[in-house]
Nanobody, 126 residues
């Protein structure tokens, strides 16, 4: 079983910064993909950023140049993966519930897993 937990959300003024943290832990054999979705009230969920097992990153156009997704290998172990989303120059339209996900292979059956966290709220307002 792989559990995902986020932290780091909050309220910030436009132009401010926040760093979201995500921890995936449990019976992890390998992480194939890990990242963040967000959903604002009345809007569809959208993929904000993701990082593959090979380190390649992908961002939605609206956050390119402002958000950075990265793994902290120094804090990661065999059964724990630490992920961050550094968000700079935040805009009111970034306000949403941000949810972390992790997909990969487990050391137990079933081999493939796709796990989600509960989400953390980010509010950008003056």
């Amino acid at each position: 079983q792989v559990r995902v937990m986020e932290s780091g959300g909050g309220s910030v003024q436009p132009g401010g910064s926040l760093r979201l943290s995500c921890t995936a832990s449990g019976t992890i054999l390998a992480i194939n993909d890990m990242g963040w979705y967000r959903q604002a009230p009345g809007k569809q969920r959208e993929l904000v950023a993701e990082i593959g097992g090979d380190g390649r990153t992908n961002y939605i156009d609206s956050v390119k140049g402002r958000f950075t997704i990265y793994r902290d290998n120094a804090e990661s172990t065999v059964n724990l993966q630490q992920l961050y989303l550094q968000m700079n120059s935040l805009k009111p339209e970034d306000t949403a519930l941000y949810s972390c996900f992790a997909e990969g292979l487990s050391t137990t059956l079933p081999r493939q897993f796709s796990s989600w966290g509960q989400g953390t709220q980010v509010t950008v307002s003056s």
